[in-house]
């Protein structure tokens, strides 16, 4: 019993004999322990310190940078150039034109800005020469603001004229001949030196039933009749009991209409500036800013143009917005001098 006892004790032996192993092990356990534990610590600190650190924000990629043009306020020139553009590649689609104004190119076709709160001056456009041709006409009727119109009689097209003046809206004169100095030809139904009054009567009377109804008349020519005060006092009187007005396009510096004018008691209009004596964009555009400055600086101005002037209808309608940014207002004949009599 006791040698089986002793047999069946392996265990201890065997422990005694696995000691070395076992500890071992243990030590490599606590070896790899100890290697997590200071890997953790460098990594939390690590994360504390990067958190602590201020990072400098990454810069943008730089390039070149290419030059910028900024485009500067278009001038009254160089709006009409640009207009002039505009309305060549939209001819061909019979475009309205439109205020711009004025009427507007890519700038003159804008709609017109807003008035400014300050008042600059009052402008008056008259167009004379009507009734020779139609198709000279018809860009003027197509004018955004008020317009007048005077027409030749006894032309080819002077009825006609007259009726599609009125049914634009446009305000319509009699543009009466009358003699000049250098002797040209006037046209037909003229007033010459020598008539008596009855028969310059006779003569414009023929030319208000062939023309009117009409807001006034203004003569055509006539250096000669206009420094007669003599004949001017007829032509007033008959005005007056016609109840039209009458402009002086003053073709000569002598004309006696003013002094009659005063001396009757008739307010009358005077011509300030001819527009197209040279019929060229650049050279019509300083005669309007020649009216413009006028204007300031005595109130209003009349400007004076020819249905046969090629470029004058655009011209009037490119600067058209303009004149009303500035502050200048648009009007009539007639309204100009029902204005001074008041």
Partial sequence: MQQLEHKSDPL???GKKGSPIRMLLVTGLY?????????????????????????????????????VHKPEAPKMADALTASESTREASSSFDAEPMDLEVPLPAQARQPPQSPPSWYQGTVVFVIDDAGNNLEELTPFLRFPGPLTIAVLPGLPYSAEAARRIRAAGKEL??????????GQYPGPGAIYTGMSAETIRAVVEGNL???????????HQGSKITMDPTAMETILSLCRERGI?????RTIADTAAPDVAKRLGIPIGERD??????????????????GLRKAAQKGDA???GHTWSPELAATLEDVYPQLLAQGYS????????QGRAQ
């Fill in 330 to 337: 648009l009007t009539t004949v007639s309204r100009l001098i």
């Fill in 173 to 182: 004169l009699l543009h009466q001949p009358m003699e000049a100095l250098g």
């Fill in 245 to 249: 007005y009458f402009l002086d396009s």
């Fill in 31 to 67: 070896i790899l322990l100890g290697v997590l534990v200071v890997a953790s610590v460098v990594f939390i600190r690590t994360l504390l310190l990067l958190d602590a650190v201020p990072i400098a924000p990454e810069e943008p990629l730089s390039y070149p940078e290419e030059p």
């Fill in 273 to 290: 500036v001819f527009i197209d004596n040279i019929q060229e964009k650049t050279a019509m555009i300083q005669c309007v800013e020649e």
């Fill in 302 to 304: 009349v400007l004076i």
């Fill in 12 to 14: 201890p032996a065997q």
């Fill in 209 to 219: 039933a062939e023309i009117g109804p009409v807001a006034g008349m203004n003569n």
